[in-house]
C-alpha cells in the first residue's frame, strides 16, 4: 500500500505541483483547499487526485476534514503545510483583521494540521512534516508584517518539532521558497517582474517543479536523516 500524503493548498499553484510531483512518486495524495470549488474539481478531474475542503484556519474544521481523509484514504505519512494567503499593507495601515487572517492561515494552520496528526504519527514510528515558509520568512519584507511573521514562525516551529518527532521516526522540515512563477506573480506588472528577477542570482523566476521537487525528495526515505532543517530554494537571492 502506497503512503498518504495530504497537502493543504494543494489544488493550485505550489500546492497543485506538489500533490501531482507526489503522486508520480507512487503516494496516495489528498488536497485541501478553501474556497475555489471550481478549481479544485477541474484539478480532480485533470489528474484523479482527491480534493477535500475547510479551512486550515480553523482547528476543529482540520480535525474533522483530517478524519474523512484517513477514512477514505488511510493514515496520513506525509503533512505539506503548504497553504497560505496574503494581506499586504505598511505596518501604519494594517489592520488587525489583515493581521489576524494572515496568522490564522499561515502560522495557526501548521498547528492546526499537524496536531491532529501527531499522535497518529508517533504511534505508527513515522511521519513527515514538510513546512512551506518563504523567503520572506528569512529576510522579511516591506508591506508583509503580518506574512513574514507568520512564515518566520513556521522555521521556529519546524526546529521545535524537530526535535520531539526524532525519535518517533518523525521528520519536520521546512522549505523557503523564492519568488515562484504563479498565477499570483505573474499577475505582477511586467516592469516589476523584471526588477524582481534582476535581484536573482540565476536571472530566473522559481517554477512550481522546484519547490515540489523539493517536498518529494523531503518525504522521501533518502531524507530520513534530515530533520529540522530549512531547505532554501531561492536561486541565491537569500543566502543562509
Sequence with gaps: MSRVALVTGGSRGIGAAISMALKDAGYTVAANYAGNDEAAAKFTAETGIKTYKWSVADYDACAAGIAQVEADLGPVDVLVNNAGITRDAPFHKMTRDQWDQVIGTNLNGIFNMTHPLWNGMRDRKFGRII??????????????????????GDIGFTK?????????????????????????????????????????????????????????????????????????????????
Aim: proline letters at 3%; glycine letters at 12%; a neutral charge.
Design 160 to 240: 521545535a518539532l524537530a526535535q520531539e518527532g526524532a525519535r518517533a521516526g518523525i521528520t519536520v522540515n521546512a522549505i523557503c521558497p523564492g519568488y515562484i512563477a504563479t498565477e499570483m506573480v505573474m499577475a505582477v506588472p511586467e516592469k516589476v517582474r523584471e526588477q524582481i528577477i534582476a535581484t536573482i542570482p540565476v536571472g530566473r523566476l522559481g517554477e512550481t517543479g522546484d519547490i515540489a521537487r523539493c517536498v518529494v525528495f523531503l518525504a522521501s526515505d533518502d531524507a530520513g536523516f534530515i530533520t529540522g532543517a530549512t531547505l532554501t530554494a531561492n536561486g541565491g537571492q537569500y543566502m543562509t
Design 131 to 152: 513546512n512551506i515558509s518563504s523567503i520572506n520568512g528569512q529576510k522579511g519584507q516591506f508591506a508583509q508584517a503580518n506574512y513574514s511573521a507568520a512564515k518566520a
